[in-house]
T-cell receptor, first 113, second 111 residues
């Protein structure tokens, strides 16, 4: 089937505004991950959902960041009161949940002016 | 930090040559994976090697794993211009399902 999709592909916002980023995982994948990648850097883990278990939020950098996932489907990453330091590519990935291969979406490039 | 670290940070070689990238990590792992990223967007999975494996091949890719040294290497043979990308290693963190990525190696293949 289709791969992981993310929307929007690009988002430009003003400092202080809230943004929502969406991820549609591969159907049947129980695990979903959000990462942040600043320019020229590696991936920073943000949050991980696995089935109906409590999400692992250990990577969220501040309480301005939150994420939700409905069942084993769509996830939304919300950043409140955006700061310029939030500018990055936000990547979503899904997997079968067996600690194996993660399948990545194309990412959302967020620019905070 | 439990991140893996790739070495070198950047590598530039001529087309047809072999490219070797290394990854070191800090904790015990169940598996180690290598991913490729083009143009700073989505990552593509290349190969997974389990902790009880020492070497794995996939086409022009060869991955080795030395758990005693907590290190892995990715070898790309007979490189092509299309191999130009950033390459990341990723390990599962203390057996959990989330992956910890290194900073990546930027590989440039010159025609």
């Amino acid at each position: 089937g289709a791969g992981v999709s993310q929307s929007p592909s690009n988002k430009v916002t003003e400092k202080g505004k809230d943004v929502e980023l969406r991820c549609d995982p591969i159907s049947g994948h129980t695990a979903l991950y959000w990462y942040r990648q600043r320019l020229g850097q590696g991936l920073e883990f943000l949050i991980y959902f696995q089935g109906n278990s409590a999400p692992d939020k250990s990577g969220l950098p501040s309480d301005r960041f939150s994420a939700e996932r409905t069942g084993e489907s769509v996830s939304t990453l919300t950043i409140q009161r955006t700061q310029q330091e939030d500018s990055a590519v936000y990547l979503c990935a899904s997997s079968r949940g067996d600690a194996g291969t993660q399948y990545f979406g194309p990412g959302t490039r967020l620019t905070v002016l | 930090s439990q991140q893996g670290e790739e070495d070198p940070q950047a590598l530039s070689i001529q087309e047809g040559e072999n490219a070797t990238m290394n990854c070191s990590y800090k904790t015990s792992i169940n598996n180690l994976q290598w991913y490729r990223q083009n143009s700073g967007r989505g990552l593509v999975h290349l190969i997974l090697i389990r902790s009880n494996e020492r070497e794995k091949h996939s086409g022009r890719l060869r991955v080795t794993l030395d758990t005693s040294k907590k290190s892995s290497s990715l070898l790309i043979t007979a490189s092509r211009a299309a191999d130009t990308a950033s390459y990341f290693c990723a390990t599962d963190f203390q057996g959990a399902q989330k992956l910890v990525f290194g900073q990546g190696t930027r590989l440039t293949i010159n025609p």
